[in-house]
């Protein structure tokens, strides 16, 4: 892998044009039927816990995180988390969850949970949520659900539905 030097950075309302292109070429218009972008449209970003990656003022990726509750549990949805094909196996992905993960683990949140692939992911710590513990108001496979605890206490209030929100 060729490490590049990136600056990160919190999103800013500059960065919104360029983030939005960015999700229409990673993930096309069937983004919006998914579980995961239905739960995330009905909430505003966490701002703190939004970044993008920039090298030489080119936009390689961004990472948000929203607010949702499941069960008695304030938690937080990854995503997405894109990279400019440009910069893919660069660096830039696995420095945004860093640092995303890193804040977070600042705030109130007890875990972070995403739809995702595992052998991706789990370098952070995130592992399989069991059959049946968290359910998405929608269709979802559930090997791709995923769970990185932040509060050890706590993460054990997170069973049942995702809610947007806190």
Known sequence: MCELDFTLERELPLHVSAIEQLHRDAFGP?????????????????????????????LAGS???????IGGCRALLLGPLAVNPDFKNKGAGKLLMGRAIHDAKYLDYCAILLVGDYDYYARFGFERVPMGAIEMPG????????????DVEAVGQCKGMVKPGV
């Open 139 to 150: 269709p979802v496979d559930p090997l791709r659900l995923l769970l990185l605890p932040l």
């Open 63 to 69: 990472v948000r995180l929203s607010p949702i509750r």
């Open 30 to 58: 069937g983004r919006f039927a998914r579980t995961a972008f239905r739960v995330r449209e009905a909430v505003e970003p966490e701002a703190s816990l939004s970044f993008v990656a920039t090298s030489h003022g080119h």
